[in-house]
Structure formats: C-alpha cells, structure tokens
C-alpha cells in the first residue's frame, strides 16, 4: 500500500506522469545563487535545504549535486567560502556570492525568462493539440 505524501512537494512527486521532469542539476546553479544573493554567507546543508522550495524539477535535489555545484560555483569565481562555526558541531564552510555571481545570476534571469516563453507557447500548443485528439 502507498503511504500519503506529508509534504505539498510529497504530494506532487507522488502522482507525476510518465514524462515528468527528472532532475536538472543545472537549474541549481542559479537556484543557490539566488538564496546566496541576499547577502547572508550560508552553509552547504541550509543552501540544500531551502532549494526544495525552489526547485524546478519533479524529484527532490541531491545533496551531492548542491555541494558539487558549490565548488564548480567557487572554482568560477561566483561565489567565495570560508570555515565558519557550526550550531551544534563541527566547523561549515560558508558561502558568499560574489560582484561575478550576481552578474552571473542577472544572466540566469534572462535566460530563464527567454526559456519560459518557449515553454509557455509550446504548453499552449500542447493543450491545443491535446483537446483536438
């Protein structure tokens, strides 16, 4: 027997169809600069745990592709990390976004709206399509 979903997003993976979107590990990228851009230096595990809210694909982020991201992220100058103390145990590194990762992030925002409106017009012409069949 399939348990409930406990969460909203639970709930949403739980029914997808057969062409739901996978993972996007790319879409990432713009997501953690985006929780970095408020200034505030985070650790990998909190940037991990607020992408839930933000992602766009159809199953949950994986830790190892937040943390891989990170340092593909620091290596490009986008974002800087220093060790910081932990809440409640050892040392984390924290992230900063950078001058670079902001310009870099006003890249994503264009890009992304450039591809919403490809993916509108082409739902639209599938549910066009969809209610002529």
């Given amino acids: 027997m399939r348990s409930r979903p406990t969460t909203p997003r639970a709930a949403e993976r739980a029914f997808l169809p057969s062409c739901a979107m996978g993972r996007l590990p790319r879409l990432v990228e713009p997501t953690l600069l985006l929780l970095l851009s408020s ?38 100058g986008m974002v800087t990390s220093e060790w910081g103390p932990g809440t409640r145990g050892p040392n984390r590194r924290i992230y900063q976004i950078t001058p670079a990762g902001r310009r870099h992030l006003e890249e994503w925002a264009e890009v992304l709206a450039r591809l919403s409106t490809r993916i509108t017009a082409l739902t639209d012409t599938l549910k066009t399509a969809a209610t002529r069949a």
Avoid: F, P
Avoid at 58 to 68: A, W
């Fill in 39 to 76: 200034g505030e230096g985070k650790h990998g595990y909190l940037l991990y745990d607020e992408t839930k809210d933000l992602a766009v694909t159809d199953t949950e982020v994986d830790t190892g592709i937040v943390y891989r991201t990170l340092r593909a992220l620091e290596m490009n």
